[in-house]
């Protein structure tokens, strides 16, 4: 069959390699109609793992059962599936408390395993025209229609970044009503966004930098922040209306002209007194909040120390772009800003990535993993922290639920569709954020 190999740092290929062959009676093997190209995983093309070439790579694959093991009791050949990036047994301690990201029994390393991933187990990679699925009464979830229809798209975004995307506000404790902000406009970021505003959050704000995403976050309905605008006035005015999600500039669009002197007067006026900075997201989103009429007449005293938002989601993980150089990478730059915005008593979500082990880290520390963090503060305001890797399973059911029903239509992410042998390329293209590349899908 053909799969795409992790050949070193910024090079993949595709290659012939060996079949994948029923190893145990609870086995399957899907044979994949598609399979997509992850952020994660251009943490190991970027040699930012401590993973050895030869491995195939990828870990959200949607297909049709070709053959099953005889232990096999919920599926059988033919069956539509997508299969969780979490590879799981279903039946150890922490699968059962609902926690399949952190395994016991599949990997000899560490807790929790995968498909394709550095230090998550011996198991190849779903970017590949076949694929073996272990525990496959657990780790595949049926789905209706046909290969290629109208929901190929959304179900191959229940493998991980549309559960990932929903985990992060569970993390969060996103309830409705309360304001949300996302950093990263990336496919997890942005089903951040669209999971929270699902949820009826208030405001959501994104942060990124990327035009093309922040379009992506405005047309869901979230109000996009770009770190980098050199006139955040425009974004300000426009969101001083009652209904600020409605009237957002973006990069590109007509600035509003001749109020640049007047910013300190604003931030006075909304009672933050801190100096604007242009390209400070948190002081942006403070100030938008505090600067819409409604939220201000319905403050009590007191209450405009609740100037950030309730829960802060960071999507981006150790790869953060400095701020004020975003061609340098500053791996505790979102978590200090969250700290910052997140109000007092609020939620943390981190579902961005921070590995152990980053050869490739800014320092020694971040090498290894360390990071210097606002602790102090991040205490004296109370906020309470989630982390970790998604346990797909616990929320798989609910959003291909969702997607059936059309409440939910994960797949507006996709922005190219590839055949593999164009994979190498699309690598490329994504590494560098090239223009439009948001999500890409290999179709078999």
Known sequence: MRAIVYKGPNKVAVEEVDDPKLEHPGDAIIRLTSSAICGSDLHMYQGRTVEKPGKVLG???VGVIEKVGDAVTSFKKGDRVVVTFNVACGHCMNCIRGFSSACLTVNPEMAGGAFGYAKMGPYKGAQAELLRVPFA????????GSPGDQWEDDFIMLADVFPT????????MVMPGLPVAVFGAGPVGLLSAYSALLQGAGQVFVVDYIPERLELARGIGAIPIDFTMSDPVAQIEALRSQHPAMNTLLPGEKKIQGIVSGVQNLAEHAGIPIEVTRSDPVTMIEIMRAMNPAIVQSLLPGEEKMKGVMSGIDAVGYQAKDRDDPSKENPTQVIS??????NPTGHLGIIGVYT?????????????????LPFGQLWEKGLTIGTGQTPVKKT???LRDMIIAGVAKPGFIVSHRISIEDAPSAYREFSQRADGFTKVIIKF
């Open 337 to 342: 800003d969250l700290v910052r915005l997140v």
């Open 59 to 61: 870990h959200e694959p």
């Open 137 to 144: 009464d657990f780790n595949c979830t049926k789905l209706p």
């Open 356 to 372: 152990a082990d980053d050869p490739r880290g800014v320092n020694e520390h971040a090498k290894k993993g360390e990071y210097l």
């Open 396 to 398: 798989i059911i609910m």
């Open 165 to 172: 995307g929903f985990f992060g506000t569970m993390l969060a």
